[in-house]
């Protein structure tokens, strides 16, 4: 079945420690994101990447770090110098259409849940 | 002003009662809107999306926007326990990015 997964579903991080969430598609997907959400808030885009060996910063990137190396993958690092990394992290992937308005509907994973020991 | 705003609720309706579901946004320029439900610990799903003005049905569903007053809305008919969920409203910009509204808490009521 095609979709997209995310791994581990809960992580925990060690104070100083760098941690990486995967995300990867079969969609053929080109773009992909990453989000934060927070409870009870909206999501806010962390990093995205719309080809292969590129990406762009979104609204709260520092602390963060993203690869893209294949079309398929699309990880993140949650560095140390996040102070407050404990949220929800989700990826999405978005692309592939015969409508070109249909192509921007972002599909996401079931999400990661990082904590702090 | 935020990009893309909604009411945050919660907003509880009767079973059986229509929910109606309001997002604005501020870029006059935007080319499509989204509908994107979210169950409490899960991730958003897909429920529509629209980019002419005028309304969209699908089953219980229909989507409304009207460009002239940057309004989009969501309204769900015959409403469901089921369909107690946080709604997020996504708009691509005139400027190709896709931004995600707060979410609307919608709790039917039993």
């Known amino acids: 079945d095609g979709g997209i997964t995310q791994s581990p579903k809960y992580l925990f991080r060690k104070e100083g420690q760098n941690v990486t969430l995967s995300c990867e598609q079969n969609?053929?997907?080109?773009?992909m994101y990453w989000y934060r959400q927070d409870p009870g808030q909206g999501l806010r885009l962390i990093y995205y990447s719309q080809i292969v060996n590129d990406f762009q910063k979104g609204d709260i990137a520092e602390g963060y770090s993203v690869s893209r190396e294949k079309k398929e993958s699309f990880p993140l690092t949650v560095t140390s110098a996040q102070k407050n990394p404990t949220a929800f992290y989700l990826c999405a992937s978005s692309g592939v259409s015969r409508s070109d308005l249909a192509k921007n509907i972002q599909y996401f994973g079931a999400g990661t849940r990082l904590s702090v020991l | 002003q935020k990009e893309v705003e909604q009411n945050s609720g919660p907003l509880s309706v009767p079973e059986g009662a229509i929910a109606s579901l309001n997002c604005t946004y501020s870029?006059?320029?935007?080319?499509?809107f989204f509908w994107y439900r979210q169950y409490s610990g899960k991730s958003p799903e897909l429920i529509m999306f629209i980019y002419s003005n005028g309304d969209k049905e699908d089953g219980r569903f229909t989507a409304q926007l009207n460009k002239a007053s940057q309004y989009v809305s969501l309204l769900i008919r015959d409403s469901q326990p089921s369909d107690s969920a946080t709604y997020l409203c996504?708009?691509?910009?005139?400027?190709?990015?896709?931004?995600f509204g707060p979410g609307t808490s919608l709790s039917v009521i039993p």
């Open positions: 870029d006059r320029g935007s080319q499509s």
């Open positions: 996504a708009v691509k910009t005139s400027y190709d990015k896709v931004i």
């Open positions: 969609l053929n997907h080109d773009a």
